[in-house]
T-cell receptor, first 109, second 114 residues
């Protein structure tokens, strides 16, 4: 099925470091979303972006909607151990969400 | 405020059997979407229900069918199970009429087909 290209696939960082991950698509989306999934749980919405060029923050998280509407990135500042998990980008195509493959984040205390 | 709930949490079936998974949407939401998440992959859209009708469908065979009830809860049915149907099945609810509406996910049902 259709998927977005998300990178990097995994990251192993030291607590306190900043993290950056991105997502690209061959298709244009009018809405970009970032979710976090913990083991055994469903994805939890972190940030929603609705306008090309939009930059939105949620605490230590900042995400941007690319100008071309074909990409987005997510930054996490001053990482902490509870940031561990899998981060997914998603583009909304009418009613359905198209997901990336995920970025697995591990944080070393 | 109860979030999206799904049942059962885990299920083991054998090839050829049929399975029914259930979902109750978040309070105030009237639209339910179903996703299949294989191990190590992102969720894949199966279909979406609104006003008790299938509104949109992803690239899944007819073995996958669904239903939405008047109280907005939903079921996902899979017939003639294959080994490849083993996955986490996620339900998400939303309310399209609301500004900033997005999909909120339940914890999922882990289906294992032997």
């Amino acid at each position: 099925g259709q998927q977005l290209n998300q990178s990097p696939q995994s990251m192993f960082i030291q607590e306190g470091e900043d993290v950056s991950m991105n997502c690209t698509s061959s298709s244009i989306f009018n809405t970009w979303l970032w979710y976090k999934q913990d083991p055994g749980e469903g994805p939890v919405l972190l940030i929603a972006l609705y306008k090309a060029g939009e930059l939105t923050s949620n605490g230590r998280l900042t995400a941007q909607f690319g100008i071309t509407r074909k990409d987005s990135f997510l930054n996490i500042s001053a990482s902490i151990p509870s940031d561990v998990g899998i981060y997914f980008c998603a583009g909304r195509d009418t009613g359905k969400l198209i997901f990336g493959q995920g970025t697995t984040l591990q944080v070393k205390p | 405020d109860a979030g999206v709930t799904q049942s059962p949490t885990h299920l083991i079936k054998t090839r050829g059997q049929q399975v029914t998974l259930r979902c109750s949407p978040k309070s105030g939401h009237d639209t339910v979407s179903w996703y299949q998440q294989a191990l190590g992959q992102g969720p894949q859209f199966i279909f979406q229900y609104y006003e008790e009708e299938e509104r949109q469908r992803g690239n899944f065979p007819d073995r996958f069918s669904g239903h939405q009830f008047p109280n907005y809860s939903s079921e996902l049915n899979v017939n003639a199970l294959l080994l490849g149907d083993s996955a986490l099945y996620l339900c998400a609810s939303s309310s399209p009429g609301r500004i900033g509406n997005e999909q909120f996910f339940g914890p999922g049902t882990r289906l294992t087909v032997l």
